[in-house]
Nanobody, 115 residues
Framework: QVQLVESGGGLVQAGGSLRLSCAAS????????MGWYRQAPGKQRELVGL???????HYTDSVKGRFTISRDNAKNTVYLQMNSLKPEDTAVYFC?????????WGQGTQVTVSS
């Protein structure tokens, strides 16, 4: 089992920045990759980005150049630095951890970008 605790969401004006954090605990030795997803009202949950154990990252096209995923292995924490935020980035953001046995999700944190 892996437990995830997210923090860092909030309300920001367009062009602003936020940083999300997701701290993992439990069976962290089985983690393959960590990532962020988001779900806007009335839309399906979508991938924002992933980071592997080796530090390789992958981003969805709409956030490339604006968002950065990083991880602190000593703290078992993954971060999502979001810059140049747009109103269309408004969503609930979820941390996800993939292991060899199951996927685990955080509780979600609301990000609202006002125009």
């Amino acid at each position: 089992q892996v437990q995830l605790v997210e923090s860092g969401g909030g309300l920001v004006q367009a062009g602003g920045s936020l940083r999300l954090s997701c701290a993992a605990s439990g069976n962290i030795f089985s983690i393959i990759n960590m990532g962020w997803y988001r779900q806007a009202p009335g839309k399906q949950r979508e991938l924002v980005g992933l980071i592997s154990n080796s530090g390789m990252t992958h981003y969805t096209d709409s956030v490339k150049g604006r968002f950065t995923i990083s991880r602190d292995n000593a703290k078992n924490t993954v971060y999502l630095q979001m810059n140049s935020l747009k109103p269309e980035d408004t969503a609930v953001y979820f941390c996800k951890v993939a292991t060899g046995f199951a996927d685990y999700w955080g509780q979600g944190t609301q990000v609202t970008v006002s125009s």
